[in-house]
């Protein structure tokens, strides 16, 4: 089993939908959680940190947290086409030291 | 703001070579990372390094070394370049604890003729 495992994309949604992207991870003892989106070409940004249970929301993104399901996702609303990117899910590990990536989820916005 | 600044961007070298990364971050982290990054293989860890002159091996090490004599310095060698290595580069770095995003440099596409 991958560590950090993320939907297989691609991920085709048309402009103004929600996008829905989803993440689990096998280590139990991590704590912190986040969403990086890269373009082509580019390094990793990050977009969304989350340590808690629950949602947590900046702007159009929400992130949300599920520890005893071992799930995290990341909702965008009102999908621009500027989202088309891939999106990054990325664990801490329990010693806090490492930080581990799924492989990537491509999404495409459609106008 | 927290800076990584890796050394080039682009750089093309030839099979056989040594060839060096550089990595520099002003924000006094612990922890620094080096990935490499292919298409359809996502972010690979090759070395990391929790403090100075400290380095621990990573998902993917063979054919790399890693030097972390200052804290705000990592390098990545290729001690003898081949084909199989051209890819882009990523440097990190993380406060240790874990509960601040890792930052990463620009990346640097690195060609191995």
């Known amino acids: 089993q991958k560590e950090v495992e993320q939907n297989s994309g691609p991920l085709s949604v048309p402009e103004g939908a929600i996008a829905s992207l989803n993440c689990t991870y096998s280590?139990?003892?991590?704590?912190?959680f986040f969403w990086y989106r890269q373009y082509s070409g580019k390094s990793p940004e990050l977009i969304m940190s989350?340590?808690?249970?629950g949602d947590k929301e900046d702007g159009r993104f929400t992130a949300q947290l599920n520890k005893a399901s071992q799930y995290v996702s990341l909702l965008i609303r009102d999908s621009q086409p500027s989202d088309s990117a891939t999106y990054l899910c990325?664990?801490?590990?329990?010693?806090?030291?490492?930080?581990?990536f799924g492989e990537g989820t491509q999404l495409t916005v459609n106008p | 703001d927290v800076k990584v600044t890796q050394s080039s961007r682009y750089l093309v070298k030839r099979t056989g070579e040594k060839v060096f990364l550089e990595c520099v971050q002003d924000?006094?982290?612990?922890?620094m990372f080096w990935y490499r990054q292919d298409p359809g293989l996502g972010l690979r860890l090759i070395y990391f390094?929790?403090?100075?002159?400290?380095?621990e091996k990573g998902d993917i090490p063979e054919g790399y070394s890693v030097s972390r004599e200052k804290k705000e310095r990592f390098s990545l060698i290729l001690e003898s370049a081949s084909t199989n290595q051209t890819s882009m580069y990523l440097c990190?770095?993380?406060?240790?604890?874990?509960?601040?995003?890792?930052?990463f440099g620009d990346g640097t596409r690195l060609s191995i003729l």
């Open positions: 280590d139990r003892g991590s704590q912190s």
């Open positions: 990190a770095s993380l406060t240790h604890g874990g509960n601040q995003p890792q930052h």
């Open positions: 989350i340590y808690s249970n």
């Open positions: 990325a664990v801490v590990d329990t010693s806090g030291s490492r930080l581990t």
């Open positions: 924000m006094d982290h612990e922890n």
């Open positions: 390094s929790y403090d100075v002159k400290m380095k």
